[in-house]
């Protein structure tokens, strides 16, 4: 019990470790178990019960009328004997003795017998001293002396004896019944018949058995009273005696043929004989045989299709699982960009003002220099002088425009929204680029959407974000080649543009801090490498979404996604 | 521009100091106060044309003390100094009376039109 518990517990424990493959194959795997369990056990104690109960059923059913069969059998065959019984005992006490002992008579009484009753061999009277007086029938018999056999001490014992089936004198199988008489002067005479076991046949016959089953009567010491099919002929040793009821019964054996079979069989209650009905299980149960292979077959579908739906949709679950554990981790991603940027975008601010002051300090140190200089004509080395100072005024300026960058990343521009064209404002952006563009030989290819819907978006943060991209395109380019510039409807939701570019191209390592603060691959002094960090931020809070494909010299693909409404404003 | 008086004023020593030199060689007639109490002090013996104030001041701001001379003074123009990024509060300046605001590093040239501009709209309005 307690490794049972412990392998359930081990089933439903679920690995800490996020998103590796390991994790989710184990996941999956203890999931499609667990109901593969809880639904294959019922299934399979369902299919066993249905088999036991089934089969005891129907073996019931079988087994009913076998017994009624076997009780019927039983009964016709007492009715038989019985009535030949009553006859002979009615010749018996009807006719005197001497009436009897007259053959003539005798005969007479025998042909009306015969043609009244069927099966009647002979018929012959008896006298006490077991002499037999008078005979009618086949064999001459007259004057054969039975006293000393055994039937006919029983008969002079209990008055009425049946025989099981003999040969005796006649040679051929048959039943004799005996019936002693004592007249009302005390004379004592038996009157004797022999019937012929071929009717007792007559009555299996009549049962109607199959080719297979088999139906005889065998006396208590399990010999032969009618042939049987497949065990024996008459006086022939039947292999089973079955169990002594004299009430039908059925049990199960295993025949000298290697049958299995039913074995129906009744004790009868005034002779020794016993009736049985052997039917072979393979006919009776053919029905339970469909059945079994239907069980079964029903079984192995349900099977199939039960671990065919488990593993569907354990693998859907995992997938569904991995998709929303991926989404989760890129969302904590993002937060952790965000965070990363805004903290970053706060030192940025605070140096962008500490460093302000002094840079005020220096401009005009480095403006009263100019001065000093400018308003002394004999100053030696003026033209020298004038250069240099020009150059510290200048890194000044570079400084300016980087601290203001700086700020413009760090600051919360509140958005202001108007409904604009996007097609519009890239026309607008491209207006500052043209010059340039002619003068480094780029060209500047247009595809713009004609059906474009417009946008609730901010003009100014657009024109920034574009800016930036087609800056950062114009000097990947260098001198000669192309930018094209297309827009395009996404989705009900969204619109799109796309910013390409012939130029150099990213490696995969750049790609991936290309959105990344203070990035840049320009030379020293050339970029701040904040314009792509800036642009995210923008395109991020006018809820679009940027995305960037480059291949080192053949160049890079910006698109970004603009949605048609602007989302509640979050601040970031 | 050499009858022009204007009062300097802030925290930022060095470069007040070097702003007053250079446009006095421009013919400016300047002071220098280097906090907003003084400032304020010095407008009881000093009246300038135009005030040129630094709004991020420690102890008394900027702000504060355009108030108060806007008050005081109101024929004094006053020119605000911001930090870059800071414009939000140049144009709350603006709107509590500030004739203009220019965001530091200055270009000496930008400075001069703008206290030109100012004198000329206070001489227009006396």
């Known amino acids: ?572 | 521009m050499k009858d022009w008086k204007v009062l300097l004023v802030d925290d930022e020593k060095e470069f007040v100091v070097t702003l007053a030199e250079r446009l006095g060689m421009r013919g400016i007639h300047t002071e220098t106060v280097f906090e907003g109490d003084g400032a304020l002090k010095k407008l009881e013996t000093y009246e300038p044309d135009v005030m040129v104030l630094d709004l991020m001041m420690p102890g008394m701001s900027g702000l504060t003390v355009l108030e108060k001379v806007k008050k005081l003074y109101p024929k004094i123009e006053v020119i605000l100094l911001t930090g870059i990024g800071s414009t939000s509060e140049g144009l709350t300046g603006m709107r509590l009376g500030a004739f203009d605001y220019l965001m530091k590093p200055l270009q000496i040239d930008e400075l001069i039109q703008k206290i030109g501009l100012a004198i000329s709209k206070g001489s227009s309005t006396n």
């Open chain 1, 1 to 572: 019990m307690r490794s049972l518990k412990g392998l359930i517990e081990d089933l439903l424990s679920i690995p800490e470790e996020r998103s590796t493959p390991e994790r989710y194959r184990i996941v999956g795997r203890n999931i499609a178990i667990l109901m593969l369990i809880t639904t294959l056990v019922p299934l399979a104690l369902m299919t066993v019960i249905n088999y036991f109960e089934y089969k005891a059923a129907l073996r019931n059913e079988i087994q009913a009328p076998m017994k009624t069969l076997v009780n019927k059998a039983k009964h016709s065959f007492e009715l038989f004997l019985a009535g030949r019984l009553s006859t002979v005992n009615f010749i018996a006490s009807a006719y005197k003795f001497e009436e009897l002992a007259d053959e003539k008579n005798l005969n007479r009484i025998f042909r009306v017998l015969k043609k009244e009753f069927e099966g009647f061999v002979d018929l012959g009277l008896i006298d006490s001293n077991g002499m037999q007086v008078s005979y009618a029938g086949p064999y001459g018999l007259q004057g054969k002396d039975y006293a000393g056999q055994a039937w006919f001490e029983h008969v002079r014992v209990n008055g009425v004896y049946i025989s099981d089936v003999f040969k005796g004198y006649r040679k051929f199988p048959h039943i004799a019944i005996a019936v002693q008489h004592i007249s009302d002067d005390g004379r004592e005479w038996i009157v004797r018949a022999t019937i012929n076991t071929g009717k007792l046949d007559d009555l299996i016959a009549s049962m109607g058995l199959d080719a297979e089953s088999d139906a005889f009567l065998i006396n208590r010491q399990g010999v032969f009273q009618t042939k049987s099919r497949f065990y024996g002929d008459v006086l022939d040793k039947c292999p089973e005696i079955p169990p002594i009821s004299f009430e039908p019964a059925v049990i199960e054996r295993i025949d000298p043929l290697g049958r299995d079979v039913f074995l129906g069989y009744v004790y009868f209650n005034q002779n020794d004989f016993v009736f049985v009905l052997v039917k072979p299980k393979s006919d009776v149960l053919k029905v339970w045989y469909t059945l079994r292979a239907d069980l079964l077959i029903v079984f192995v579908i349900g099977l199939a299709v039960i671990i065919l739906a488990v593993l569907k949709l354990t693998n859907i679950m995992m997938k569904r699982m991995k998709e929303s554990d991926d989404k989760r981790t890129l969302a904590l991603r993002e937060v952790e960009h965000s965070h990363k940027l805004s903290s970053i975008g706060r030192l940025a601010a605070g140096v962008a003002h500490e460093v302000n002051n002094p840079l005020a300090v220096i401009n005009e140190k480095a403006g009263l220099m100019q001065d000093l200089i400018q308003y002394n004509p004999d100053f030696p080395d003026k033209d020298r002088f004038v250069n240099l100072v020009k150059a510290i005024i200048q890194s000044v300026e570079r400084c300016r425009t980087i601290t203001h960058r700086l700020l413009g990343f760090a600051r919360r521009m509140d958005v202001e929204v108007q409904i604009l064209d996007v097609n519009e404002v890239l026309q607008e952006t491209l207006g500052f680029l043209e010059k340039e563009a002619l003068y480094k030989n780029v060209k500047l290819d247009l595809d713009l959407s004609k059906n474009l819907s417009k946008i609730e978006s901010d003009r100014g943060q657009l024109q920034q974000v574009f800016l930036n991209i087609l800056n950062n395109a114009m000097a990947a380019i260098g001198d000669g080649g192309t930018i094209a510039i297309s827009s395009f409807e996404r989705d009900s939701q969204m619109i799109g543009v796309t910013i390409k570019d012939t130029g150099h191209g990213m490696s995969d390592e750049t790609l991936k801090h290309v959105f990344e603060p203070f990035f840049t691959t320009k030379k020293s002094g050339e970029g701040t490498g904040l314009g792509l960090s800036i642009t995210y931020g923008i395109v991020k809070r006018l809820g679009g979404d940027i995305e960037v494909q480059s291949k080192t010299g053949t160049g890079t693909r910006f698109t970004v996604y603009l949605p048609k409404k602007t989302p509640a404003q979050s601040g970031v």
